[in-house]
Every structure is written in C-alpha cells, then in structure tokens.
C-alpha cells in the first residue's frame, strides 16, 4: 500500500505547477485524498481535501489562501489524484504531501502518505 506524489519543482511567481498522487496496491477512489504541505519554518497545513467517489455528498475543502488557484482532482483509471497550482506565489514554497484518509473532508484517520515533493517558488 503506497502513494507516490510527484510533480514538484523550481518555478517563478505566477507559474503553474501539477503535482500527482499515484496510489499502489489499494483503490484511491475508495479513500477521501488530501494535499498537505510543510513549508520551511512553518507547520504542516492541509491545502485540499476532497472525499471518497463513494460518498455521495461529494465535498472538497481548500485552504483559504488557495482558493481559486488550486484544483484538486482525481482520474479513477489512473489510480490517480492531481493537485493544479496556478499563479504560484513564493509562499507556496514547501514540501508537498498527498494522502489517504478513511474520513474527509477535512481529512483524518490516515491511512497512508506519500514521500513529499518540493515546490520551490521564487524569482
């Protein structure tokens, strides 16, 4: 059971980045998926939530300062789930994580998380 995030890298204020979540040895669709991020000094935040495919109440939470640059989705044929981050700021700059949790949104009762993938935004 893994998830495996990537995407990550270098860009400049206002570019746009997709990070990835690819889930191994257990159906992604069936867990809420989160995206955290820990930037340098600073506490772990969670920057989506969004719920299982089974739940049929279907919600996503955004951390408020990501509102309407960030979009998580999912490709259930993929095993996959995406985080879209348009018009990057350097406070986006963190490690980025993604997640499988029983409960969410907001996330909670893990049940696996990827190895983190860097976002570094800067001029």
């Known amino acids: 059971v893994q998830l495996q995030a990537y995407g990550g890298g270098l860009v400049q204020p206002g570019d746009s980045l997709r990070l990835s979540c690819a889930a191994i040895?257990?159906?992604?669709?069936?867990?809420?998926v989160g995206w955290f991020r820990q930037g340098p000094g600073k506490e772990r935040e969670e920057v989506s939530c969004t719920s299982a495919v089974s739940n049929r109440d279907g919600d996503t939470h955004y951390l408020d300062s990501v509102k309407g640059r960030f979009t998580i989705s999912r490709d259930n044929d993929k095993n996959t789930v995406y985080l879209r981050m348009n018009n990057l700021k350097p406070e986006d700059t963190a490690v980025y994580y993604c997640t499988a949790h029983v409960k969410g949104p907001p996330c909670s009762l893990l049940k696996t998380r990827g190895q983190g993938t860097l976002v570094t935004v800067s001029s």
């Open positions: 040895g257990f159906r992604l669709g069936d867990y809420a």
